[in-house]
């Protein structure tokens, strides 16, 4: 998803100075990195200029939609006040359980043609009114000479949540150039090369994305409403913890701590994540003959919880890693601590956004 039909005035992906900007709106952070496109070795390349972070007060993004705009725009304003960023044209990820990606073949138009015609071929597919939606197609094919048609895949985006986070940026002094499916930002920062079928999930405080590729094409693409929030939920609600604590509890005990209480709730509420996360493997399953999933990647804030990758590895009976959201990056940091370490301020998706600059 490349979205360009927003009202959306057109600027630069990449600015002045050689650089993009990746922007990721979350439910607990805003969060940017700055990539430089380039060349190695003939192919396309990234090196990374800056990236920083800042904590969004509670319910100012929830289920990936901007709920209170002013504090996004002040997250935003101090994000690039304390962290000296002079570039202002960014790339914006969008992420909810609404929107909608299918396969799809269409006729071989052009852009202005097919834009015309993607509404009339989509209201079969899409629940909500044409005129309450963005529609875009990406090819993943070169046009069929037999049949004049290209294959490729409908994205359908609920319009009001674009325009309103495109407002809350813009509002912050920022220019969007682009608007982009934050599951294929994850997809292009996380996936390994060298696998040929891959799932990638993308797990923060309220949402999960999952997105299946067979050879780097996404062949299943699902958000679901459930993160890492619920499990904090739950033991504050279950063993009447304090927010703060119920958080500590998660991320210092986790599935497989020497606390049985806390990880007999934690276990109980991922079932119905792990039931998504399986529907979509058996899914993919089902439309792709002699494909095998070769390996299921984890990021996000979320996918660190003690003994999560070897709960998957053992349930879905294939192999589980967390990876890191800069693994295809050379010019890397490393530090003692996490949180002095810049690549902390990273996520998937900002990394991801910029990344398909060079592309």
Not at 270 to 278: K, Q, T, V
Not at 325 to 337: E, F, L
Request: a negative charge; glycine letters at 8%; aromatic letters at 2%.
């Amino acid at each position: 998803m490349k979205q360009r039909r927003t009202g959306i005035a057109k600027v630069g992906v990449v600015n002045t100075d050689g650089h993009a900007i990746g922007l990721d709106l979350g439910a607990t952070c805003v969060r940017a990195a700055i990539l430089a496109p380039g060349a190695q070795d003939g192919h396309p390349s990234v090196t990374v200029h800056g990236l920083g972070q800042l904590e969004l007060p509670e319910g100012a993004v929830v289920n990936g939609v901007v709920c209170n705009e002013a504090a996004v725009t002040d997250a935003l304003r101090a994000l690039w006040r304390l962290n000296n960023f002079e570039c202002r044209n960014v790339i914006l990820g969008m992420a909810n359980q609404q929107i909608v990606v299918r396969d799809m073949t269409v006729p071989n138009l052009s852009p202005d043609q097919r834009a015309k015609a993607l509404p009339f071929q989509a209201r079969e597919i899409v629940a909500l009114p044409m005129d309450q939606v963005l529609l875009d197609f990406a090819p993943l094919a070169e046009p069929d000479a037999e049949t004049n048609t290209v294959t490729g895949l409908l994205v359908a985006t609920p319009r009001q949540p674009v325009l309103a986070a495109v407002a809350a940026v813009e509002k912050a002094g920022l220019k969007v150039a682009r608007v982009d499916l934050s599951t294929f930002a994850t997809l292009r920062s996380i996936a390994d090369e060298r696998l040929a079928v891959e799932a990638v999930l993308d797990m923060g405080a309220h949402l999960t994305s999952i997105v299946i590729h067979n050879q780097g094409i996404p062949k299943v693409v699902r958000t679901v409403s459930r993160g890492g929030r619920e499990l904090t939920d739950a033991l504050a609600d279950k063993l009447g913890f304090s927010p703060d604590d119920a958080e500590r509890a998660k991320r210092d005990i986790g599935l497989d701590g020497p606390h049985p209480e806390i990880a007999r709730i934690l276990n109980e509420v991922l079932r119905p994540l792990l039931a998504e996360i399986r529907s979509s493997i058996h899914y993919f399953g089902s439309t792709s003959s002699g494909a095998s999933l070769e390996r299921i990647s984890l990021t996000g804030g979320a996918s660190s919880l003690h003994g999560l990758a070897e709960l998957l590895t053992e349930q879905m009976s294939i192999p589980t890693s967390v990876v890191a959201p800069m693994q295809h990056i050379s010019n890397r940091w490393t530090a003692a601590q996490p949180e002095a370490n810049p690549e902390f301020h990273a996520s998937a998706v900002s990394v991801g956004l910029a990344m398909g600059a060079a592309a």
